[in-house]
């Protein structure tokens, strides 16, 4: 079948020939959906790079999947399904790791309001500002501009001349230190906190 003829078939009929390893049946899908996926995607999470990232592995994923795909009513429907669900998970890991030590602060400042959680939550804030101290330098500018001026990974690359993908592992490292930092202050109830809001990452 010329790649041309490809164009008049229906998804469902594209996916068919998919299951028998036709590439240029899979290429006609990622084509005619592509463009929608990243429009919708990008508006939601603002990030072109990640977006793109995105799709790549749904479409990694759906080719790699193909034989285990046996009830899909729509593909176009599914490829939105996928790429929603991973673009929730995105935003919710970089949630986490943007606002990750304000919610430990929170955490602590709303089981209790006595004078010793008072007292605990200023002992946490002050760990945590010595931490951010002792951070390497690039590291802490990173660190301070996602936490203190709530820029996003993409404006924090932009700013210092960086990938964004230096600036996520700048801040995946810096999260590891704070929690290093907790577990030597035996701090373990909001270390196990803090493992919590990580685990996804």
Request: glycine content about 0%; aromatic content about 10%.
């Amino acid at each position: 079948m010329a790649s041309k003829d490809f164009k008049y078939l229906e998804d469902s009929s594209l996916f068919e020939l998919v299951k028998l390893d036709n590439k240029q049946a899979f290429d006609e899908l990622y084509n005619r959906h592509w463009e929608k996926l990243f429009l919708y995607l990008v508006r939601v999470i603002k990030d072109q790079e990640e977006t793109k990232d995105i799709l790549q592995e749904v479409f990694v994923s759906l080719w790699n999947r193909r034989l285990e795909l046996d009830n899909i009513e729509s593909i176009s429907a599914y490829l939105f399904s996928s790429v929603r669900f991973k673009g929730l998970n995105y935003l919710q890991r970089e949630s986490k790791k943007s606002f990750i030590i304000d919610a430990l602060l929170i955490q602590s400042e709303q089981e209790d309001n006595s004078l010793d959680s008072i007292q605990a939550v200023r002992d946490i804030n002050s760990l945590l500002d010595k931490t951010i101290e002792k951070l390497p330098s690039k590291m802490q500018q990173v660190f301070i501009l996602s936490r203190k001026e709530q820029l996003s990974y993409k404006e924090i690359a932009q700013q210092l001349s960086i990938s964004d993908k230096t600036v996520k592992k700048q801040i995946s490292n810096a999260l590891k230190i704070f929690r290093l930092s907790l577990q030597r202050e035996k701090l373990i109830s909001l270390l196990l906190f803090i493992n919590l809001l990580l685990i996804s990452k």
